[in-house]
């Protein structure tokens, strides 16, 4: 039953989100909407979305796990769970997974080239409305997976996405543009920052500490690690 719920989350999750990227996002991009708009429609989404599943499943925080609750192993004085051992390594895989997908596919270099010059891409007969789409849908069974994760080590509540996902947007942004390596590396420096200040002050200081170093990398570092600009249409 888990694996069949596991299943059936990522398939109506994927559904969703291809409802919402062909009646809602699709229609925005024709008509030229700017990425900081489209952020907003996002928002919005999730709002939506999140209340829709507090009227139907209710706040109260709900538990996938079938295993007792278990100390874990010790590390360097702190303790670390079986299951977020399991986390650790599948996430690992997944992430290269991806990124040998990406660089050696031929989809996965469709979508770097989509993601690099859109106008472009259509003129040499990629079709850059497919090649989102199918990101989409990538992206999404991703990004399932990583909430079942979530869900397995904390348990599940309807407002448990928002802090991940605004670490995910700091993460985004302190990487720079089209940084596969500058998003694990944002990432990673997000969360050694969190837990080591969680470790030494105060695990309430862990959300401050990543909007301290988004404003620092904003200030000095605005390119991110990667360095590089946006580029224009070149035709």
């Not at 990432?187 to 030494?200: D, M, N, V």
């Not at 002050?201 to 404003?215: E, N, P, Q, T």
Request: charged residues 15%; contains cysteine.
């Amino acid at each position: 039953m888990p694996c069949l719920a596991i299943l059936a989350s990522i398939f109506f999750s994927i559904l969703l989100i291809v409802i919402i990227e062909l009646s809602i996002y699709k229609p925005l991009r024709k008509i030229g909407t700017s990425s900081w708009e489209m952020l907003v429609v996002s928002l919005g989404l999730y709002i939506i979305l999140q209340n829709l599943v507090s009227i139907l499943w209710g706040d109260d925080k709900k538990s996938i796990r079938v295993w007792p609750v278990k100390t874990g192993h010790k590390i360097f004085g702190a303790y670390i769970t079986d299951a977020q051992i399991f986390i650790l390594v599948l996430s690992i895989f997944l992430i290269i997974v991806l990124l040998i997908f990406l660089k050696y596919s031929s989809l996965g270099k469709q979508i770097r080239a989509v993601s690099a010059n859109e106008e472009l891409s259509n003129i040499f007969g990629i079709s850059s409305d497919k090649i989102i789409l199918i990101s989409f849908v990538i992206g999404t069974a991703l990004a399932v997976i990583a909430g079942i994760l979530v869900a397995i080590d904390r348990d599940i509540t309807p407002t448990m996405s928002f802090s991940l996902f605004l670490y995910a947007v700091v993460a985004m942004i302190i990487s720079g543009v089209g940084s596969h390596k500058g998003i694990i590396g944002g990432a990673l420096l997000i969360a050694s920052a969190q837990h080591i200040s969680a470790y030494y002050i105060d695990s309430k200081w862990m959300d401050a500490i990543a909007y301290v170093i988004l404003i620092l990398y904003l200030i000095w570092k605005p390119l991110g690690f990667s360095r590089k600009r946006l580029r224009k249409v070149e035709i």
